[in-house]
């Protein structure tokens, strides 16, 4: 991993409104047929209880490159489907990341008007300036981090096709 500078950024907000119905969001977060089509690709696995397992699983392209077979894991604290999921959230990506232990992750969406929904994720990357620096999109070579993955969400689910096409 490159070295970088950290920020001062504890909670990391991002806002996206989305042409599509609360529910329809929730399915491209939460179900791994949907979740693995945008961002970077990889399927996210939620067990929606509390207390259940979420994993983030490297594609075939990662493990390649030398990612583990899951790059992220964490903890389902609270689903209300489909307004709200809490989670803890920790990258495996370097051993660096991984020992800083995990952040809380909250999404939540709110139907505004009938097919309009606006997702707000919120990132306590609190103690984690490794996690916050990913997250943020300052590791360059690790992407555009929340902003990337949620611009690639919106565009799938108003366009049918990603950012990549």
Same mark, same amino acid.
């Given at each position: 991993?490159?070295?970088?500078?950290?920020?001062?950024?504890?909670?990391?907000?991002?806002?996206?409104?989305?042409?599509?119905?609360?529910?329809?969001?929730?399915?491209?977060?939460?179900?791994?047929?949907?979740?693995?089509?945008?961002?970077?690709?990889?399927?996210?696995?939620?067990?929606?209880?509390?207390?259940?397992?979420?994993?983030?699983?490297?594609?075939?392209?990662?493990?390649?490159?030398?990612?583990?077979? *899951?790059?992220?894991?964490?903890?389902? +604290?609270?689903?209300? #489907?489909?307004?709200?999921?809490?989670? %803890?959230?920790?990258? /495996?990506?370097?051993?660096?990341?991984?020992?800083?232990?995990?952040?809380?992750?909250?999404?939540?969406?709110?139907?505004?008007?009938?097919?309009?929904? *606006?997702?707000?994720?919120?990132?306590? +990357?609190?103690?984690? #300036?490794?996690?916050?620096?990913?997250? %943020?999109?300052?590791? /360059?070579?690790?992407?555009?981090?929340?902003?990337?993955?949620?611009?690639?969400?919106?565009?799938?689910?108003?366009?049918?096709?990603?950012?990549?096409?």
């Amino acid at each position: 991993m490159t070295s970088t500078t950290t920020t001062a950024t504890t909670v990391h907000v991002n806002r996206v409104y989305i042409k599509a119905t609360a529910q329809a969001v929730w399915d491209a977060i939460t179900d791994p047929a949907w979740n693995g089509r945008y961002g970077y690709g990889s399927p996210g696995e939620y067990d929606l209880r509390p207390g259940g397992a979420y994993r983030g699983v490297a594609t075939k392209e990662m493990i390649d490159l030398g990612s583990p077979e *899951v790059i992220i894991e964490g903890e389902v +604290l609270e689903s209300d #489907p489909p307004r709200r999921l809490v989670q %803890t959230w920790r990258a /495996l990506f370097y051993p660096e990341i991984a020992a800083e232990g995990f952040t809380r992750l909250t999404w939540e969406l709110t139907e505004t008007q009938p097919g309009i929904t *606006v997702l707000t994720v919120t990132h306590d +990357l609190t103690d984690a #300036p490794l996690s916050a620096a990913l997250v %943020t999109g300052e590791v /360059l070579e690790a992407g555009g981090g929340w902003s990337f993955i949620l611009s690639d969400l919106k565009t799938l689910l108003e366009t049918g096709t990603t950012l990549a096409g």
